[in-house]
């Protein structure tokens, strides 16, 4: 939704590392950044100093996502996504499905003592215990003499990595500049570098798969559903003969579904929702569908092309165009099987960017046919339907047909 963000990420009750007060997992950092509350917590710079950040719109990011365990030397146990990204000690980033037994990882290292109402924290850049402070502040309290044995903190090492069959939702964050974040496990990771939105005037509203056919459905259960009960609270100019217009939130909606059948069917069934209970909406030209590509065709060199494709006929023929150029091919060419496997920048480049995005508005030109439409595809008889798909089924371009 618009008016005037690939995500790996940690289960909700992976616990994050808190600059100030006790450590707090995902699900009670969602909750307080409902409330208006902002966390502090910690990132490291190029160098490996390590500075206090605010911890930015945390949130649920997938549904029932596919997870690896890791397990660290410390005997701390991380569930997350297999491609998330764990920052190494010399600063770069691994996978988690990638991590190897013995790898050195960048390490949060805090004292046990409180100096000026803080934890001093041990410096990687500088090898030193010092007391961090806000970036902006530009400074450090100093060197400080920390009681102990006498030897400095050692890296925490990848003790195991695991593919598991645990499935759960998962959580991520914002880190501005830095772009990575401190578990309270002691390791730092990455987050997202950008939400693949812009939260002045772009707002993402998650939907847990296919909403309600509300074609066969009556009012009362239609409202019950709670994925349409979101939208219509979202949205905020309620439904039916009652909807206003002028009081909906967002200059427009684009619904985004991956492009396969499935989110061919999610965005159908959203259309259905719009025409029947939200129709101004349509009418007034504010209602859209993102177009997702397929693939993503990327040339090898020194300065690369990449060209987002929407079809296979459509992927080969710049497959080719390259090639007849001169040019090599990174195989095999990505397909993305949804809007969760592409990063961050890619969502951004190809779905939410308004400059390079491709969207298709929803129109409706003669209500009385889009309202025989909706009840023959949607509606309740089968025998109509299955008729008219036969009937049809003759001007389907076979050879268009992405297998």
Known sequence: ???????????????????YGRPKS?????????????????????????????????RLTRYLAPL???TLDNGEVLRCTPDHLFRLRDGSYRRADDLVVGQSLM?????????????????????VWALPRPE?????????????????????????????????????????????????????????????????????????????NVQKASLG?????????????????????????????????????????DGSHIRTLLITLFAKYMRPVIEDGRLYAAMPPLHKVVTKGRNPETRFTFTQREMEQTVARFEKAG???????????????????????????????SVRRITIDDAEAAESALELLMGEKVEPRRVWLVESSSRVDQSAIDL
């Open 136 to 212: 902006a502040e530009h400074s450090l309290s100093g060197t400080l003499d920390l009681p102990g044995d006498g030897r400095a903190p050692v890296n925490h090492q990848v003790g195991a990595v695991e593919l598991i069959e645990d499935v759960a939702d998962v959580y991520d964050l914002t880190v501005d500049v830095h772009h990575n974040f401190a578990l309270e496990s002691g390791v730092f990771v990455h987050n997202s570098a950008r939400m693949a939105r812009v939260s002045e005037y772009q707002a993402l509203l998650p939907l847990r798969g296919k909403i309600l």
């Open 221 to 261: 259960d239609t409202l019950r559903n709670a994925e349409i009960a979101s939208i219509v609270q979202v949205l905020g100019a309620g439904t039916g003969r009652t909807f206003d217009l002028a009081a909906m939130r967002y200059g427009r909606v684009i619904l985004m579904a991956d492009a396969d059948v």
């Open 327 to 357: 040019k090599q091919i990174v195989t095999p060419v990505p397909r993305f099987k949804g809007l969760g496997e592409m990063d961050a920048d890619e969502l951004w480049e190809t779905t939410m960017n308004p400059a390079t995005r």
């Open 107 to 127: 390490p949060l290292y805090r004292g046990k003592s409180v100096v000026d109402g803080q934890v001093p924290v041990w410096m990687n850049d500088r090898e």
């Open 1 to 19: 939704m618009e008016g005037d963000s690939a995500l790996g990420c940690f289960t909700g009750e992976t616990l994050v590392a808190m600059a």
């Open 68 to 70: 690896v365990r890791v």
């Open 26 to 58: 995902f699900t009670e950092l969602v909750a307080d950044w409902a409330f208006g509350i902002t966390h502090y917590g910690y990132a490291s710079t190029e160098t490996g100093k390590v500075v206090v950040v605010p911890l930015l719109e945390p």
